[in-house]
């Protein structure tokens, strides 16, 4: 199935478990998903679950415990949302699969470049966060309070800004030196 | 602030998607205008710097931590346009690869961190102005959490009047605004601080726009 399939077929699960209100219909759907998602099934199912478990989890919990107080019915309302966001979240996790984003979007002259960039750049920006937070532990003899962190969180990010306003630099000279906006309209 | 799929009926989403899609294609523009050439690189870089902003966490007790967003660390250094940019094209990329958010609520998060959040930072700079920069940008880091919380309570605590079953259940998020409004608004005005703090660090080091 090609990209462009797979897209579509997304956008389709997403309208669809939006406006389905039946969980045996949603249970279906999400069905469907997993078996898209093949032999991954069980990863895609496992991190979506993981992914929405704090937001969705204190939202149902919330809202079932308030119900019950009131002696009301909380469980169709709890069943339909729980399978709604596994549905929709599956759905956005199967397509990552599926979908390699970066050459989905080569050809877009903006927005296959900017993802490129973008994802080529938060890897070395995760290892620099984490190599100063190591940093910061290592050279502090005891455990650094609160005023440390926010002075340690804004020197961190006051370097991932300098650093970020100089990869802008060096990231166009070395787009302009392989022939990137040389055709681009000046005006 | 990262709403998951499923809690937004599609009467929010689809309007908010093309509200957000024409906010996107302005701020394009704008940014396109401004850095020319530099755009492409611009925007992904930016985009990386927020994602690590976001990476900063600060440990709360008991082994919880809140991180900042850096949307008034990016607004007031590189503008709103290419911040909303950056910012979204980070909650695009937290969703799709990480499942942290969702798809359909990218739209509101977007325009309620990245165009809300950014816009108060930089009015809110401005209205301090004449309190000393340190105090303008902590007031602009803390304004900007409070506006992308207090817009994205709204949106939230609109759903159950949105749409309900027979039974009288609400079809998605259940809470109305008398529940949601102070249950995100009271921790982040906490987080505010922090935020704020960072963001007074931040440009002590580089300076922002109104500086250059």
């Known amino acids: ?187 | 602030m990262h709403v998951p799929d499923g809690f937004l009926g599609p009467q929010t989403w689809l309007p908010a998607a093309g509200v957000a899609a024409a906010a996107w294609s302005v701020a394009a523009r704008r940014v396109r205008r401004r850095l020319r050439a530099e755009t492409i690189p611009a925007l992904g870089v930016t985009a990386a710097c927020c994602f690590g902003l976001m990476l900063v966490a600060i440990p709360l007790p008991a082994g919880a931590s809140v991180h900042a967003t850096g949307v008034a660390v990016l607004a007031l250094r590189f503008g709103l346009s290419a911040s909303f940019l950056a910012i979204s094209l980070v909650l695009a990329l937290q969703a799709l690869l990480l499942g942290d958010g969702g798809v359909t609520s990218l739209p509101v998060t977007a325009l309620a961190l990245g165009l809300g959040g950014g816009a108060a930072a930089v009015a809110t700079r401005r209205l301090l102005s004449g309190l000393g920069p340190r105090a303008a940008r902590f007031g602009a880091g803390w304004t900007a959490v409070m506006t992308a919380a207090l817009l994205t309570g709204l949106v939230l605590g609109l759903q159950p009047q949105l749409g309900r079953d027979a039974a009288g259940a609400p079809l998605y998020f259940p809470f109305g605004w008398r529940t949601v409004l102070p249950a995100l608004l009271l921790p982040h005005a906490v987080l505010g601080l922090i935020e704020g703090a960072i963001t007074v660090a931040a440009l002590d080091r580089l300076g922002d726009r109104s500086d250059a």
Do not use: C, N
């Open chain 1, 1 to 187: 199935m090609s990209a462009r399939l797979w897209l579509t077929a997304y956008a389709g699960v997403v309208l669809a478990a939006s406006f389905l209100h039946r969980a045996e219909l949603l249970a279906a759907l999400l069905a469907t998903v997993l078996l898209a998602a093949g032999r991954r099934a069980p990863k895609v199912l496992k991190r979506a679950a993981l992914a929405t478990l704090l937001f969705t989890g204190v939202v149902v919990l919330l809202h079932v415990t308030l119900e019950l107080q009131r002696g009301g019915d909380p469980w169709s309302w709890a069943l339909r949302t729980l399978l709604r966001v596994l549905t929709m979240t599956s759905a956005t996790m199967a397509l990552t699969l599926r979908v390699d984003l970066i050459r989905l979007l080569a050809h877009r002259p903006v927005l296959g470049p900017v993802l490129l960039i973008a994802m080529a750049q938060i890897g070395a920006v995760r290892r620099l966060v984490r190599d100063t937070r190591r940093a910061l532990l290592s050279r502090s003899p005891t455990a650094p309070g609160p005023r440390t962190y926010v002075r340690h969180g804004g020197a961190t990010g006051g370097a991932l800004v300098r650093r970020a306003a100089r990869e802008m630099t060096v990231v166009t000279r070395a787009m302009t030196s392989r022939g990137a906006f040389l055709d681009a309209d000046p005006h």
